[in-house]
């Protein structure tokens, strides 16, 4: 899914309350139960939590590994792809999970992002052809105590004058005809996907 239709399925650029909306039923969200509790106007702070069920659950009792994960994915990016604006390309590159403690309960993330992190940003592209700033997040329970924390690296570069989205293509190729008449069919048309490919470090 290229990067344009998910804004457009977030919300786009419209209001921090459509952007919540549109969050909290997309259907991986919707299905672990994770809900966005509040979106700053300006982008740079989200609320984020997620209420442990019998159908989120492991086989343990407690959260999921892979949903405390989630609750973390693609916010740091929304939030710097926002406040940077259209002349910048930004990308989720990399994340890593460490975990502190079993989730039980009602679980929390909060994200935060500051003017001094987004002029950083602005200055290393002023001599670097990209730059890959790191962000961390903790996921706590009730108590405030720490259950895991998630660092994000993202990909940040200026778009060039005139870029075109970098796309890549799969082409899917159809199943062998048979000729009625025992003649070599013609060869069929391949069919292709193309969707938009992450710029090489």
Partial sequence: MSRSVLLKLLGGSKTSHALRR?????????????????????????????????WNANYVGTHFGGSLFAMTDAFYMLMVMANLGRDYIVW????????????KGTVRAEFRLTDAQLDDIRDKLKTLPR??????????????????I???????????????PRRWTICHAPPNIRAKNGRAPRPPRSRCQSEPALAPS
């Fill in 131 to 148: 730059y890959e700033p790191t962000f961390q997040v903790d996921v706590k329970d009730e108590s405030g105590e720490v259950v895991s």
């Fill in 150 to 164: 998630i660092e994000k690296l993202l990909h940040v570069r200026l778009k060039q004058p005139n870029e075109q």
């Fill in 22 to 54: 549109w969050i909290n039923f997309w259907p991986p969200f919707l299905g672990a139960g994770i809900r966005v509790k509040h979106i700053a106007p300006d982008m740079k702070a989200i609320d984020v939590e997620m209420k442990l069920r019998w």
């Fill in 92 to 103: 989720d590159k990399a994340a890593s999970i460490r975990y502190r403690k079993p989730g």
